[in-house]
């Protein structure tokens, strides 16, 4: 079976991360190690030739397709990322992935995947069409897409709005008494506080206790 599957902080990520929806298959592609690479294909095909289509350095593992390619981390330097997210070896890309989400935000790391995705996108282009593009171009439809997906959900509404809940306290039916209980626990010692109130909001009762 192809993959050894996300950790769990991985699948956090993957939901708190707001991207467009196209990239989920992809994103999940990723945690998945399921992307059909070169490498992935001489798995089953075993006279296949799993150098890289694009460099021809190495083998075309997802790492290597998303990050370690010149022409990946060419697309990669164009999107600010030439420090940390560059270095290190990693054998798998959602080790990868993981490391640079703990030093990125919500925003950042959605930016992050959609420069991935287009990288992903300009690979298959030179494997399917023999077309290989600038690392600006590849960098500027990363950009152009994040920028339109943000714009388009600032002007839509939700397909499914959240419901008005209103808060706050309701008083009871005349000649009914409502009592409030809370409690809190610290240092191993427990609060609690009880109000009781009537109909008309008057306080008949306070009541504190540890």
């Known amino acids: 079976m192809w993959g050894w599957g ?4 991985f699948g956090r990520w993957c939901g708190s991360c707001e991207c467009c929806p196209r ?30 289509p694009r460099c021809g350095r190495d083998k075309e593992t997802l790492i290597h397709a998303l990050k370690d390619c010149p022409r990946a981390q060419a697309v990669l330097v164009h999107a600010g990322l030439n420090s940390n997210p560059l ?12 490391e640079v989400a703990r030093s990125q935000e919500v925003k950042a790391l959605s930016d992050f995947v959609t420069v991935l995705w287009n990288i992903w996108n300009s ?4 494997v399917f069409q023999n077309l290989e593009e600038e690392a600006k171009v590849t960098w500027e439809r990363s950009a152009a897409l994040s920028h339109d ?3 388009f959900n600032l002007l839509e509404e939700p397909s499914l709005r959240k419901p008005a809940v209103k ?12 009592i409030n209980f809370d409690a809190a626990v610290k240092d191993q010692k427990t609060s609690f506080g009880i109000i009781a109130r009537d109909h008309e909001g008057f306080v008949m009762g306070v009541g504190l206790g540890c």
Do not use: A
């Open 6 to 9: 996300p950790t769990v902080s």
């Open 23 to 52: 990239l989920e298959y992809f994103w999940w592609g990723i945690g998945h190690d399921i992307l059909p690479t070169y490498e992935k294909i001489s798995t089953i095909r075993r006279d296949f030739n799993s150098d890289c």
């Open 87 to 98: 270095d290190g070896n990693h054998c798998r890309g959602v080790d990868w992935i993981e």
């Open 123 to 126: 690979r298959n282009n030179k």
């Open 149 to 151: 997906f943000r714009i």
């Open 167 to 178: 808060e706050g306290w309701r008083k009871p039916n005349q000649g009914m008494v409502k």
